[in-house]
């Protein structure tokens, strides 16, 4: 009896081994939570290098192969929970865009441009008012409670009162971690108007000042050196009461990913490098113009919420933005205009962002008619906000407008550093570990370029020669140029970079 009882509890402690998914699955779930593998390790009692081994193809045995599975397992349904939260509210999301867009954009965008400070095709995505409540006819739960709400904010159903909200963050709101994916509306009792935003570029300054006693220099290469940290910071603070949620570290595609450690990724930014092939005969001054926070001025572009989703056909969503494979147009302007997609040699396909394709689908409408529309491919979007950053754009020009009137050039180094590498560090850098966005990175940058290619393109519309068009800010021309463009050092103008002839008299 003794040896069929040894053979019951054998087959009773008997145990199939449990089944886990493939080695790129195991690492995609854990990136996709936004986890280290020192983080997982530390839950599971193993090292790093021993999860980077069950990445690779080997498999763990025993009782610590159950609690592998058991995470890889409630990480996918953690996964497919925010994905379907997700989807319900970027569908939301777009509802409420749509509504907000007007025929009217054409002619706003015309005027932002001639001030040089809003993308070309600018509209007003995002406000800080209340016009966007509306009372149901049936309650709808609330997207933060689940209880039932007789209102709705952008399209989201939810209560305006925090004391009626059965969800303990109503009242005070716990940051979301990283990797929460999503839209998600503050209620409109908590949004946070300009004048509550602390000053926090001045208090930085005068801190520095203070710690190197008054040494100009000193205080400029500590604040300069601490820029990104006090950027993201300054970035939450705006951020505070805005109607959306971000996702800061989404998972990206492959062509969005640099193909080696030093090289590059696939999207073509649309940098200007044009110069005029001939001038008319005679002597001519050209004057090299500077244009101001070029980089500050295109935070204002359309930038995607959430994590980008593929679709293919040659259809544009206004609602959403991203990037997309094109076949760009045939250029037959290059004599005197340079090419809306900068310089490229080779023909076919390219993969551009939003505010590349938004200018070539504006300028080959009907008002500009300079071209053929692009033809599509497929295409990387979320749904889509142009007024995301505004606040942290408005908070940095402001500082910087201050500055240049006090002549304080240590607030307009540290204001400088802070935008210019806000925008370089969001890709792929060890220097901002609190967002990883290079779509973001890509889609700014482009929008700068952007913002130059008009300048050009209202030099040449005003009856000035367009002589050459470099990087974001270098605009080169012959003729009146102050009858177009205001001279100064703010956003809106430009200043002068050099003076220089061609030819003879």
């Known amino acids: 009896m003794t040896d069929f009882g040894a053979i019951d509890a054998l087959l009773a402690g008997a145990k199939k081994e449990v089944p886990l998914p493939s080695a790129e699955e195991r690492r995609t779930l854990r990136e996709e939570l936004n986890l280290s593998r ?96 509306d009372v149901l006819t049936a309650p709808q739960p609330c997207v933060l409670c689940g209880e039932p709400a007789r209102h709705q904010v952008a399209g989201f159903p939810q209560h305006l009162d925090p004391a009626e909200c059965g969800s303990a963050e109503a009242a005070q709101p716990e940051p979301q971690p990283q990797s929460e994916q999503g839209v998600r509306v503050v209620p409109v009792g908590r949004r946070l108007q300009t004048a509550d935003t602390p000053d ?74 044009w110069s005029r092939s001939e001038l008319p005969a005679g002597k001519h001054e050209i004057t090299a113009l500077d244009v101001n926070g070029a980089y500050l001025s295109a935070l204002k572009t359309h930038l995607p919420l959430g994590q980008l989703e593929h679709s293919t056909g040659n259809h544009h969503d206004r609602r959403r933005a991203g990037i997309h494979l094109i076949t760009p147009p045939d250029w037959e302007h290059d004599a005197y205009l340079p090419n809306p997609i900068g310089s490229r040699d080779e023909p076919g396909p390219l993969w551009v962002t939003e505010s590349t394709l938004r200018l070539l689908l504006r300028i080959s409408g009907p008002k500009y008619g300079l071209c053929d529309p692009p033809e599509i491919h497929e295409s990387w979007t979320s749904g889509a906000t142009e007024g995301l950053l505004e606040k942290f754009r408005i908070a940095l020009k402001d500082a910087r ?105």
Request: no cysteine; net charge negative; aromatic share 8%.
């Open 200 to 273: 926090l570029i001045g208090t930085a300054v005068a801190s520095a000042l203070a710690e190197h006693s008054g040494d100009v220099e000193s205080a400029t290469e500590a604040l300069v050196k601490r820029a990104i940290p006090d950027a993201m910071a300054l970035l939450d603070h705006s951020r505070m009461g805005g109607r959306y949620d971000v996702v800061a570290h989404p998972w990206m595609p492959d062509v969005l990913r640099k193909q080696s450690s030093r090289g590059a990724d696939q999207i073509w930014e649309a940098r200007p490098k």
């Open 401 to 505: 407008d201050r500055a240049i009137a006090d002549n304080d050039d240590v607030t307009l180094e540290y204001v400088k550093a802070m935008y210019s590498k806000f925008v370089s560090t969001m890709g792929e850098s060890n220097y901002n570990r609190e967002l990883y966005r290079p779509d973001w990175m890509h889609l700014i940058r482009s929008q700068a370029f952007a913002n130059l290619w008009w300048k050009a393109h209202r030099a040449y519309d005003e009856g000035l020669m367009v002589v050459r068009a470099m990087g974001t800010d270098e605009l080169h021309v012959i003729g009146d140029w102050r009858a177009v463009f205001a001279e100064g050092r703010g956003v809106t103008e430009v200043k002068v970079k050099d003076v220089y002839t061609v030819g003879t008299g």
């Open 38 to 133: 020192a983080q997982l390790a530390q839950a599971l009692g193993v090292s790093p290098s021993t999860v980077g081994g069950w990445e690779s193809g080997r498999d763990p045995s025993g009782e610590v192969r159950e609690k592998y599975a058991y995470f890889l397992e409630g990480a996918r349904g953690k996964l497919a929970a925010e994905a379907a939260e997700a989807a319900e509210a970027a569908e939301a999301a777009e509802a409420a865009e749509a509504a907000e867009e007007t025929s009217a954009e054409d002619s706003a965008s015309s005027e932002s441009n001639s001030q040089g400070d809003a993308p070309a095709d600018a509209g007003q995505a995002e406000d800080s008012g209340d016009d966007d409540v």
